[in-house]
C-alpha cells in the first residue's frame, strides 16, 4: 500500500503541522487527481497533488502591562531583548503574555504585515531562547527588513553551550532540516530531504563535559541550530527535546536551554545605514558558565 495522503503531504510541506494538513484535507483544500479525498487516502504513484493553503483565523493581539526591555528603536524599527520563557506572538494556546502583546501597550500601533495576531513580527525566536528579536513599526519597514531576511543579508550571532567537546576550533553545519516524523513538536538534520539549512560556529570556550560556542546562521529554519548540534551528538546544554540530559551537570536552571540571540546587524530601512543590536548574555546563563567555570 502507498502512503497515506497526510504523511505524504507532511514530507513535503514539513513547515506545517499535520494536524493543519488534516484540516485542508477535511475542508477540500487538497485535491487529488481533481477529486477531493480524506486524509486516510493512499497515495498509488502519479497523482497530481494540489493544495491551496487556508490560514487559521487570526488571534486579535490586545495590549497588555508587561515589562519589556528595548535595546534599540527608532521611526522604523524596535529591537526588543526577548527573555527566555516568553512567546513571541500567540498561537498554539498561548493567547496572552507574549511580546506582541507587551509591545502594543507600549507603543500602540506596529507594522500589520504580519496579520492582527502578529503585528511587527518579522522574525522568531524561540520560547526559551532570550536576546534580541527585530520588531517592524510600519508596513515599508516590515517589507524592507523581510526582503532582508530572505536575501540572508541580516546577520545573526547567537552563544550556544552544548554538550560534549567540539574537537575543531571552527566549523560549518550544512544539513536539510524537516520535521521529526517520530515526534512533530522537533526538526531533525538525519533524514535525506527537507529544507537547505547552514549554520557556521566558532569554538569560544571548552569546559569539561561542554563547549561554548559563537553561531551564526546563514538560514532561519525552525530550531536550526538546536537540530543542526543535536545531529552531531552535541546537543545545546539543557534542550531536553533534543537529547540533553535532564539533569547535566553543574547548576543550570531547569526552565530553559543555554542558547541566546546575541548580536544581530541589519540596514536601517529608510537610509540604509548598518545597525548593530547586542544583547548581553542574561544572569541565569552567566550563572550557569560560573558554576562550568568552577568545575
Known amino acids: 500500500m502507498g502512503k497515506r495522503l497526510d504523511v505524504f503531504l507532511q514530507e513535503r510541506l514539513p513547515e506545517y503541522s499535520r494536524a493543519r494538513l488534516q484540516q485542508w484535507v477535511k475542508g477540500g483544500q487538497v485535491q487529488v487527481s481533481g477529486a477531493a479525498v480524506r486524509a486516510s487516502y493512499r497515495m498509488r504513484g502519479g497523482e497530481a497533488v494540489e493544495v491551496t493553503p487556508a490560514e487559521p483565523p487570526p488571534l486579535n493581539a490586545t495590549p497588555e502591562n508587561i515589562p519589556l526591555r528595548i535595546l534599540y528603536e527608532d521611526q522604523d524599527v524596535i529591537a526588543v531583548d526577548k ?56 508596513d515599508a519597514a516590515h517589507r524592507n527588513l523581510a526582503a532582508q531576511f ?5 546577520e545573526k550571532i547567537y552563544l550556544a553551550l552544548v554538550h560534549g567537546t567540539m574537537k575543531d576550533d571552527r566549523g560549518r553545519i550544512e544539513k536539510p532540516i524537516s520535521r521529526d516524523p517520530a515526534a512533530r513538536v522537533r526538526m531533525t538534520a538525519r533524514r535525506a530531504g527537507g529544507r537547505a539549512a547552514l549554520t557556521e560556529y566558532r569554538v569560544l570556550t571548552r569546559y569539561q563535559g561542554f563547549t561554548l560556542l559563537e553561531v551564526q546562521i546563514k538560514t532561519g529554519r525552525t530550531h ?25 551537570p553543574g547548576d543550570p536552571p531547569v526552565e530553559r536551554f543555554f542558547l541566546h540571540a546575541h548580536r544581530v546587524r541589519f540596514l536601517q530601512p529608510a537610509t540604509g545605514a548598518p545597525i548593530t543590536v547586542e544583547s548581553p548574555l542574561p544572569p541565569e546563563l552567566q550563572t550557569w558558565l560560573s558554576g562550568l567555570e568552577r568545575r
Open 83 to 138: 527573555p527566555a520563557g516568553m512567546v513571541v506572538h500567540a498561537g498554539a494556546g498561548v493567547h496572552s503574555g507574549t511580546v506582541v502583546n507587551a509591545l502594543l501597550h507600549r507603543f500602540g500601533s506596529l507594522s500589520e504585515v504580519g496579520g492582527e495576531s502578529r503585528p511587527g513580527i518579522v522574525h522568531r525566536l524561540d520560547r526559551f531562547t532570550s536576546g534580541v528579536l527585530l520588531v517592524a513599526r510600519n
Open 224 to 248: 536550526q541550530i538546536r537540530a543542526h548540534f543535536a545531529s552531531l551528538g552535541r546537543p545545546v546544554a539543557g534542550d531536553r527535546l533534543y537529547g540533553a540530559p535532564a539533569r547535566p
Open 150 to 154: 530572505a536575501a540572508r543579508e541580516v
